[in-house]
């Protein structure tokens, strides 16, 4: 019983682990990725990272790049409209705690 719990505990945790060789890396220092999108259209979202406390430029980074990930994964694109400022002009980071975010809507070109 007891080793059936450890098999079960280390299959969970490998399992929400990003593999080390895809991990990006800014500034030296990983910062954990989430991307949340609004149910009702999809191409609204937040992407935030986590372990700002390790260093605000490149946790701004991250945030940016999991952004475009998310648009470029879902829509095939890579154009973001960031929401809080006018067209064209870069992202506004929120910041709570040790999670920095950006929100925004991937653009589609039809």
Known sequence: M???MMITCAVLL???CTERSERAFFDGNYYPPKTR???EDRR???ASVRRASRGINGAQQAAVH???RYCLE???TSEIEWSGV???EGPVYGRSGD???VTGRCIIWK
């Open 37 to 39: 999108a609004e149910k």
């Open 86 to 88: 006018p067209e064209g």
């Open 66 to 68: 999991e952004a475009t």
């Open 2 to 4: 007891k080793h059936a």
């Open 99 to 101: 999670t920095v975010s």
């Open 14 to 16: 490998l399992g929400a």
């Open 44 to 46: 609204n979202f937040t």
């Open 74 to 76: 879902s829509f095939g």
